[in-house]
């Protein structure tokens, strides 16, 4: 299986030019790793999208296989999954890690847009790779200039790759989402002396492969802890934190296994730096989300249910007057805005789109 094939031709021409589409013309794209749960979020997003044209699917030992045989949502489609992609214009990674850095180099030199949903791309620093994530990464080079794709930090970033030579986005991990989004106002205004991360999220999170802790008759009625004392998306989210302005040590950050298909939910325990006000608090949040898109900040503690199948985020932050504590909560789909709506969000940017395009579905209910 070779994921560049067919993407260097059209890509070439791309170089050196602007990435918004020609009028009348939409974008082509492909999404390798089609079969798995993100990989059928891409699809079922981006076929509704006004300016995209989904021309190639490519999943592992497949070969003309109807989409439908794998996710049966997907059949009025009418796509299959190859084992190879035409010519496209930008491609969606969702693939294991360690294996996007193997095949990106050449996919982007071309000048196609990289979207990658993977972890390969969003660290800065190449010797983090083998500490969270075991391999020492082939193209430490190129880390420097893919841009960490969370829209309401990196907005400028990611439209400037509409005129780059080659555009590398790095999806961010669906925990580091709906965690930093909710903490990015105190991180920006200084608030954050330590913090302590309690985050919840659904099995789709932990992929479609077959795992024996994941069958139903683990998973039900229980709730379980896991990646105790360095969980992997620790460093994309202390990375980001310093970025913002946060504290330049170690959070604790602990994940828990829950019974339900999709969602994430981030409770954030800050101790802060000086003492604030609900006043300066909710200030802060407004001055930061009354302009985005797909933020809200409420003014109840949100549940994933209200954010289901959407790109929407709800935040939500409270000074607790007893302890002096800041708790702040997000809650994200995290196939959506935790994988492939932020993706396509992303997308959006790169390719000088409305952020909005193709993301503007309410959240389902009940």
Known sequence: MNASAGLEATASAAVGTDRRPEAGRRIRVGIVGATGYVGAELIRLLSRHPAVEIVGLQGRDRHGEPIAATHAHLSGTGLAVDSELPDVDAVFLALPHGTAATIVPEIAAGGTAVIDLGPDFRLRAASDYPRWYGFDHPRADLLASAVYGLPELHRAELRALRHA??????????????TLLAIAPL????????????????VSGAGRDAKADLMFGEVNESVKAYGIGGHRHVAEIEQELIGLGGPAKPLDFLPHLIPMTRGILSAAHIRPTRSTSKAELDDLFAGAYDDEPF?????AAPATKHVLGSNDVRVFVHLDERTGRIIAIGVIDNLVKGAAGQAIQAFNLVHGLPETSGLEQLPLAP
């Open 165 to 178: 030579p080659h555009a590398i986005v790095g999806n961010p991990g669906c925990y580091p989402t709906a």
């Open 295 to 299: 933020v809200t900040v409420v003014t």
């Open 187 to 202: 991180a920006r205004a200084g608030l954050i002396d330590d913090v302590v991360i309690d985050a919840k999220s659904g």
